[in-house]
């Protein structure tokens, strides 16, 4: 099949170009010489020639999707083009528009597409300033929450709509590094999804917001629903959190509310695969006596296992009707909760299992900063990040765990931040360009002196200056830069992957969604599914 052959493609990119993300930054040093894991001796001469002599806003143009500089040699080019293409493929494989059954009451937001990129974004004014005011956390989450209770209020109300598709931009650009659009374009009857003959009534009676905390995002959804739909009753909402001390601060508030209808249930428990049927059963309990016993299962940035919990409890429990779940920290995920689909699992175990795909560097890639947000780094911020680096990885040859003598005092030794002692004047320096001369680091290797007397001035003063640390040094930034052209697809085969688990369960309608701005929030994408 097709999706076949595009799972083939990924796979074989990812094991040829398995270098670029198969290694840990504090050991690149340590890796010198090694060409199972050195990057620095794994890249091609050409492509160092042209990383290494880039100007730093070309290196950020490239990754933000723009044509690569001229000089660079053909195979570097089809790199950055491949990880764009294969990220925009899997995205458009995963994803589907949605109809919406109950189309006299207006949605408050709506997805469209963006060809460009490949995904479906979902695209929701702001609210009033009213309903926003009792909230008090920080500009991530606010986003996070307003966005999502909006999302989640559609789909309880069974309103999603689509509206046309969004051109704004001709680079080919991807989910991540797509610019974010909020307030939507008027809705007409023509741009509406055509009805499906499904009833108009909500088929859902209950939410179920699992990692919920104290509690904000379903106190939203109660307070945006009573705004823009008074007259439909209010769903149940069941809050669950695994942490005592959370869980009770939620209790405590939620105990000062006045109407008992404004109160949220609340459960204390840890959300696993090996305990489905308990939290079943305890859902179950809470939505007994509702017209519509079925609810809606959410999760706003369900780590690790979490959200892989989450999937296989919709896929479990027959009263789950619809399932809006964000992941995080995908580098937390136990080894056999990734692949999760069949498909995967047997492609990969046609290349041997191919372990760099599966590693935690690997997946801690996949759930690192935006693209976006490097791309907006200044010269002076780029170098910064360069230093510590490489100091880092200096250390970590000299006293870390598998060096000749290791050092009791490393976790204090890290600490020591070598922008504090440099002597250079970085303010004034031309950094427009990657090639740098090595920084004089002589005043810090004397201050890391003073935490351990057993560390040896001279020693780190020459290991920092051998052949392989120079080479990594003017290699950093091209490293960083392949990077961040690989982040985006390593992020959407692992969500891709979701996608085709729960397909493969037979749930009738999948798909991701972008909610979020990259730049607020870079664990911007929704996994959606409906029975």
Partial sequence: TVLTSLVVCVLGFLTEY?????FKWVDLLSYAGNPAGDPVLCCPAEWKIALCSAEVRDLQSVVLGNPSPATWPASLKFFARQCMSLSRRLMESSSCIPISANQPTASIGHVVAVPSAGYLAYATVSPSPNMTKHVKVKLKKQHEIEIMSAFVCDMLQDTLTAAPAVNYETRNRTFQTSEFFESPQPLTKESRSCASGRSAEPNVGGLVDLGSGLGHLPNYVMRMLSVVNPQIPRPRLVAVEADPIIHSRAKELEDKKVSPNDRILRECIRVTTDNLENLRDRFRAHLSGLSVPYYLLCGLHCCGDLSVAAINLFI????????ALIG???????AQMFPLSAMLREALTQRCGFSALTSTVALRLACQWSPQQWCRWSHLEVHQHRIRVFVRSVIQVFFGPHSAAPSPKLREIVRINPLNWLTDDLQSANLLSVNQPLPNLTAYWRALQKIDEHCDFEALQCLARTQA?????????GILTLQQLMQPLLEALILSDRVWALRESGTPYVTLLRLFDPLLSPRCMALVAER
């Fill in 469 to 477: 640390a120079v080479e990594l040094w003017r290699l950093l930034p």
């Fill in 18 to 22: 398995s270098w670029v993300y198969a």
């Fill in 328 to 334: 995080c920290c995908y580098h937390k995920m136990t």
């Fill in 316 to 323: 479990s429990d027959p009263n789950a009707h619809s399932l």
